[in-house]
Nanobody
Framework: QVQLVESGGGLVQAGGSLRLSCAASGRSFSSYHMAWFRQVPGKERDIVARITRSGDTTYYGDSVKVRFTITRDNAKNTVYLQMNSLKPEDTAVYYC????????????????WGQGTQVTVSS
């Protein structure tokens, strides 16, 4: 198991930027595929971005392509989500997730989750 702690959320105006961080502890971080999901009340948890163990391959949800960038630093046991040109519809709780084996876009692929961090974008 790996323990995940997100940080960096907050309130920002439309057009602004935020960088989320997810610090991992426990079992070897570099063994895990990592992902960011987001969720608004009453809706399912949706993929934002994911990244392979080595960081050589990434994937983005359609609504965040070009604006968001996922990266990881295996030496620091941390995955990041740089969010630019934020829109009010990006408002959600953002979750960091880890998977030892699966590299997919649906949340059942991931069995390690952080507690979430709120991102609010005002218009």
């Amino acid at each position: 198991q790996v323990q995940l702690v997100e940080s960096g959320g907050g309130l920002v105006q439309a057009g602004g930027s935020l960088r989320l961080s997810c610090a991992a502890s426990g079992r070897s971080f570099s063994s895990y595929h990592m992902a960011w999901f987001r969720q608004v009340p009453g809706k399912e948890r949706d993929i934002v971005a994911r990244i392979t163990r080595s960081g050589d391959t990434t994937y983005y949800g359609d609504s965040v392509k070009v604006r968001f960038t996922i990266t990881r630093d295996n030496a620091k046991n941390t995955v990041y989500l740089q969010m630019n040109s934020l829109k009010p519809e990006d408002t959600a709780v953002y979750y960091c997730a880890a998977s030892l084996y699966n590299y997919g876009s649906s949340y059942p692929n991931y069995n390690n989750w952080g507690q979430g961090t709120q991102v609010t974008v005002s218009s």
